[in-house]
């Protein structure tokens, strides 16, 4: 056994990640039911899900488990998508916004299930905060509210002026909305955990594993560079860390990266003072700050987005301004860890969920809110490949249109309307 050290080697989650097993490579040729291809949250989600349902599963990761964006994020669980059912329904109707809208809240619960059901050690913590900077902000927080009961979930707390700072530390806001039913943890552990129970139902991972080829056919035969994988079915999860394995989608999604800090461990009054009920926190900007408590006190605090999924060269020197400016009594605190981590951005903000033929399946582009839209697609995935496709295909059959620009383009236009909406958040239109 031994500590995993994921993604960055300033990244507190690979530092604090419990033991975990030394996987082999890949190594000759072997066969499966079901090839999942992609070691982070969609991956080990779907290849749990099939295993409960008694497939033989292989799973292939080019790294290592929870490398990407499932061992590097903030750790928030958070309903819905990364555009809301109102938005849906007006730009794909009424009936894709029901569809849709029924699974909005699903992802959270199975996580819950995941923890209780294999007795996953993540630090689960409930509750999560929209926090308001602004008056026009804090009504869509109320329009919000409205929107999620109209869908079903009732368990929204809105805090109306200085009512938020039972919950918050600082003066930056003018409100807030609490959702009781979401929460955060430590997401390495738990993509961790999660590939522990699959070990335990049988399915195989090999780490350190790139898939080189897909060669379609029955079976498909997935090839790295020392093994091939023969399997009547394949599912690509490998979001923004996958390169060429499917590129009809490549002009319809971008890597982005966005990046965190953890601070050192702060005296319990400290944290206690910065957040009293051990919430996690988003604000309402376009471009957003998010942070939370680990387990043992330390604020890690988040934000920012770098087009394209470059990593700036002082990610401390671009979040701490926003650290001190949301709580000034921080100013100074030393930064323990610092990492930085690519999701994948669709244009419409939705997942893309589709097939590129009868036997290869595919999910991805959570677009900043896969902690909990990965776990729904992993059941979504074990639902279509055993013979029951409606919901999968709720989602399959959401239109995405390519970033404008074209491959070379595409990174300094996205740049440029995030370059405007920011300005909109500081000038608080």
């Not at 379609?216 to 979001?239: F, L, M, Q, Y």
């Not at 996958?242 to 990266?257: D, M, R, V």
């Not at 003072?273 to 471009?287: G, K, S």
């Amino acid at each position: 056994m031994s500590t995993l050290s994921s993604g960055p080697a300033r990244s507190y989650y690979g530092a604090s990640a419990n033991a975990t097993p030394e996987r082999e490579t890949l190594a000759g040729e072997t066969t499966a039911d079901v090839c999942v291809i992609g070691g982070g949250f969609t991956g080990v989600s779907s290849a749990l899900h099939l295993a409960e349902r008694g497939y033989r599963v292989v799973l292939l990761e080019s790294m290592q488990i929870g490398f990407g964006a499932s061992g590097r994020n903030g750790g928030q669980i958070v309903n819905s998508y990364s555009r809301d059912m109102d938005v849906i329904a007006d730009k794909y109707g009424e009936k894709t916004a029901e569809a849709l809208g029924s699974m909005a809240f699903e992802g959270n619960r199975i996580i819950r299930e995941r923890i209780n059901t294999y007795g996953i050690d993540c630090d689960l913590k409930d509750g999560n905060l929209f926090a308001a900077c602004t008056d026009k902000q804090y009504q869509g927080l109320i329009e919000h509210q409205a929107l999620w009961s109209r869908y079903g979930h009732g368990e929204l707390e809105l805090m109306e002026g200085d009512a938020y700072r039972r919950e918050i530390g600082s003066d930056r806001y003018v409100g807030a909305l609490l959702d009781h039913a979401g929460g955060h943890l430590h997401p390495l552990n738990l993509v961790l955990g999660e590939a522990a129970a699959l070990e335990g139902l049988g399915g195989r991972i090999y780490e350190r594993s790139p898939v080189t080829q897909i060669i379609h056919g029955d079976p498909v035969e997935i090839c790295t560079p020392s093994g091939k994988v023969r399997a009547k079915r394949v599912v690509v999860a490998g979001n923004a860390y996958q390169k060429g394995l499917l590129p009809a989608l490549e002009g319809k999604s971008l890597p982005c990266g966005t990046q965190v800090v953890a601070t050192a461990p702060l005296e319990a009054a400290t944290a206690r003072a910065l957040l009293p009920f051990d919430r996690c926190v988003e604000d309402c900007n376009y471009l957003l700050d998010y942070y939370r408590l680990s387990a043992d006190r330390r604020l890690i605090y988040g934000g920012g987005v770098n087009y394209g999924g470059r990593s700036p060269a002082d990610i401390e020197g671009a979040i701490r301004p926003h650290l001190e400016a949301t709580f000034p009594a921080l100013r100074g605190v030393a930064i323990d860890y610092a990492w930085s981590g690519n999701f994948l951005l669709t244009l419409n903000r939705l997942p893309q969920f589709g097939r590129l033929n009868h036997n290869i399946y595919y999910a991805q582009g959570y677009s900043g809110h896969g902690v909990t839209a990965t776990h729904l697609a992993g059941r979504l995935v074990a639902e279509a490949l055993s013979g029951d496709a409606e919901r999968f295909d709720a989602f399959a059959d959401v239109p995405h249109a390519p970033f404008p620009g074209g491959r070379l383009f595409r990174v300094p236009a996205t740049a440029l309307g995030a370059w405007y909406y920011g300005l909109r958040d500081r000038l608080g239109w």
